[in-house]
């Protein structure tokens, strides 16, 4: 795994050099975090979580963010016996950090997106 948390070479595999649309793929994820972020509460019910952490997978997955796919993974596994509440709390602090260096690497894209921008039109 690289030391970056969104694979920027797996987005311009699906999506070119399409600036628009990557920003639109980047939106949609920082909504998709958002959203399922408000449901990691660490003593749901097995099927919440487990949904919970698959809809971040997918979403994680779609950017190229691997690492936080693969604790996403993880955390569906943490049902049942798995599943107490120690350790998804732990993981849900696993996950939470994860997410918040992906959308500051975006952050940081979209900055220089906008800096570019700015040049062209002088």
Same mark, same amino acid.
Request: proline letters at 0%; aromatic letters at 8%; a negative charge.
């Given at each position: 795994?690289?030391?970056? +948390?969104? !694979?920027?070479? @797996?987005?311009?595999?699906?999506?070119?050099? !399409?600036? !628009?649309?990557?920003?639109?793929?980047?939106?949609?994820?920082?909504?998709?975090? +958002?959203?399922?972020?408000?449901?990691?509460?660490?003593?749901?019910?097995?099927?919440?979580?487990? $949904?919970?952490?698959?809809? %971040?997978?997918?979403?994680?997955?779609?950017?190229? $963010?691997?690492?936080?796919?693969? %604790?996403?993974?993880?955390?569906?596994? %943490?049902?049942?016996?798995?599943?107490?509440?120690?350790?998804?709390?732990? @993981?849900? @602090?696993?996950?939470?950090?994860?997410?918040?260096? $992906?959308?500051? +690497?975006?952050?940081?894209?979209?900055?220089?997106?906008? %800096?570019?921008?700015?040049?062209?039109? !002088?």
């Amino acid at each position: 795994m690289s030391d970056t +948390e969104i !694979d920027f070479e @797996h987005i311009k595999q699906y999506l070119g050099d !399409d600036i !628009d649309l990557t920003k639109e793929v980047f939106g949609l994820f920082k909504s998709q975090v +958002e959203m399922w972020s408000r449901g990691m509460i660490a003593d749901t019910d097995d099927d919440s979580w487990t $949904a919970i952490m698959h809809s %971040l997978k997918g979403s994680a997955r779609a950017v190229g $963010a691997q690492r936080l796919a693969t %604790l996403c993974a993880h955390g569906e596994s %943490l049902v049942a016996d798995k599943g107490n509440t120690q350790a998804r709390a732990e @993981h849900i @602090h696993d996950v939470k950090y994860s997410i918040d260096k $992906a959308l500051i +690497e975006i952050g940081r894209w979209e900055y220089r997106q906008t %800096l570019a921008s700015m040049r062209s039109e !002088d």
